[in-house]
């Protein structure tokens, strides 16, 4: 009876190691997948570590190159369009837009829905000037296009868009405006009038 007892009672550890062993190797297993998951992640992580540093490099290659241009043809239109209310356009190092006025530098947000839409205006025209002189080609320079760039601006801001827009026809073979605010149809010599009727819409050239 005690060599049973005995026996029963190495055959329940005998067990017990076994379930123990069993974990063990389960969760040696699980180590491993996750080593080798680490492993591989920790290989990603210097790639994108690479390529990050890549496009900074890259980042600031281009800012370099395009933000003189950029602040030279916005800062002036948006300071002519404005008749000198504010001096000039300015892109930082993060490529945000500040706007100069009375000499101090204010983020783009600022200021009203009226002027940061001017803003944009003016800094798309210097975005695709810079953007034509950094690719060297001249084909870039031959259309530009907008969408609703009236809407916000007063009559007298209107003009000023007008004015500059003339002046950029020494530079642009086509300016493409989309527009809702007939008053200024007239300043265009090629009207594309779309109308929307009960059975769709229609256009006429006038």
């Known amino acids: 009876d005690e060599t049973q007892?005995?026996?029963?009672?190495?055959?329940?550890t005998q067990h017990t190691l076994l379930t123990e062993i069993e974990a063990l190797q389960q969760r040696l297993k699980t180590d491993e997948t996750q080593r080798s998951t680490i492993a591989k992640n920790m290989e990603?992580?210097?790639?994108?570590?690479?390529?990050?540093?890549?496009?900074?490099?890259?980042k600031t290659f281009i800012l370099d190159k395009i933000k003189p241009t950029?602040?030279?043809?916005?800062?002036?239109?948006?300071?002519?369009?404005?008749?000198?209310?504010?001096?000039?356009?300015?892109?930082?190092?993060?490529?945000?837009?500040?706007?100069?006025?009375n000499g101090t530098a204010y983020p783009i947000s600022r200021f009203s829905g009226g002027e940061i839409d001017l803003a944009n205006l003016c800094l798309r025209i210097g975005i695709s000037r810079a953007i034509a002189e950094l690719s060297g080609s001249t084909e870039a320079l031959n259309f530009l296009g907008f969408d609703e760039i009236f809407g916000s601006q007063d009559e007298e801001r209107r003009l000023e868009i007008l004015l500059a827009l003339e002046h950029l026809k020494e530079q642009y073979r086509q300016i493409y405006i989309?527009?809702?605010?007939?008053?200024?149809?007239?300043?265009f010599p090629n009207i594309l009038q779309v109308t929307k009727t009960g059975k769709g819409s229609s256009a006429v050239f006038q």
């Open 5 to 12: 007892r005995i026996v029963q009672e190495h055959t329940t």
């Open 44 to 58: 990603e992580f210097e790639e994108l570590e690479s390529l990050d540093s890549l496009f900074k490099a890259f």
């Open 70 to 101: 950029i602040t030279t043809y916005a800062g002036s239109l948006f300071e002519r369009i404005t008749k000198g209310r504010y001096e000039r356009i300015e892109v930082d190092d993060n490529f945000d837009f500040h706007i100069y006025e």
């Open 178 to 187: 989309i527009t809702h605010v007939d008053t200024v149809k007239d300043y």
